[in-house]
């Protein structure tokens, strides 16, 4: 009997092949778009990771590089301050104390600083333009004699910017108008290093006659020195007072621990302090 009955059951699933096959290609599709999902996840997964440690890598680390993290607080700080929309005004004051003038109005100022995203890997630290002078600002930690050439390729950069955000044509038969380039280099490094004028020509080999001139003016900013300058600019003498108290600290704790100390000493009446804390 058993066999009898079991019998219809499996005439019955062989009989209608259409059936079976209908259901299979019902589930089919769900199986498909299932394995479809998770691989689609785990390809995100993969990227997602990928990603993470290209960037993990690329994050300086405190116990690997420490002489770069000591030399980028300096710039980034500087950059920070004085290179920025919102604080113009104290923009405004660096300019007029290195070019001893006496603009007042911080929203003539036009920030053309470049992004290392959209100049591929060129990036500046301030540049701005007013009253026709197109003024590039670079702070040092260390000094470096190729900052001349370093300021002709932003230059380059920026001009060719200028001329196309002006739609000038440097092909035709009038000759254009340019912003005065002022370039500039603000040194805060602990060797002893005074006042000087950088040239491109020093780059070339003795007695050559270089048709391209490029002259950058250097500024020790350094706690202390230049002290007509600090005096014109309250935010240029905070920043130096600031960097000085942090590498005062770090001679004892490390870098992390000094930059948070010494922006816990900022005196209350410092222009900077509610800027930064």
Not at 13 to 39: D, K, R, T
Not at 83 to 108: C, I, M, Q
Not at 122 to 140: G, H, P, R
Not at 217 to 230: P, T, V
Request: net charge negative.
């Amino acid at each position: 009997t058993a066999g009898f009955r079991s019998a219809p059951q499996q005439s019955s699933y062989m009989e209608n092949p259409l059936s079976s096959a209908y259901e299979i290609s019902l589930i089919s599709p769900a199986i498909w778009a299932l394995q479809m999902h998770f691989c689609f996840v785990a390809l995100q997964l993969c990227l997602c990771y990928n990603i993470a440690k290209q960037t993990f890598l690329q994050i300086p680390k405190y116990h690997e590089a420490p002489d770069m993290i000591n030399n980028k607080h300096k710039d980034r700080l500087f950059s920070y301050i004085f290179g920025r929309e919102e604080n113009k005004k104290w923009t405004l004051s660096l300019y007029n104390a290195v070019n001893h003038s006496f603009y007042t109005n911080p929203e003539d100022i036009q920030i053309t600083t470049m992004s290392d995203v959209l100049y591929m890997g060129m990036k500046n630290d301030i540049s701005f333009i007013l009253a026709n002078i197109v003024s590039i600002y670079e702070q040092q930690s260390t000094f470096n004699p190729n900052m001349p050439l370093r300021e002709f390729m932003y230059a380059a950069r920026l001009y060719d910017k200028y001329i196309h955000d002006h739609e000038l044509n440097i092909y035709g038969t009038e000759l254009i108008s340019l912003p005065v380039p002022k370039l500039m280099v603000f040194y805060n490094g602990t060797d002893e290093m005074d006042n000087m004028l950088l040239e491109l020509k020093d780059a070339f080999e003795p007695g050559a006659e270089p048709d391209i001139a490029v002259k950058v003016r250097m500024l020790n900013i350094n706690y202390g020195r230049n002290r007509k300058l600090m005096e014109s600019c309250r935010p240029l003498f905070e920043y130096s007072w600031l960097i000085d108290r942090i590498r005062e600290h770090k001679k004892e704790i490390q870098i992390e621990e000094a930059v948070d100390r010494a922006l816990n000493e900022i005196p209350w009446e410092f222009e900077i302090r509610q800027f930064l804390l």
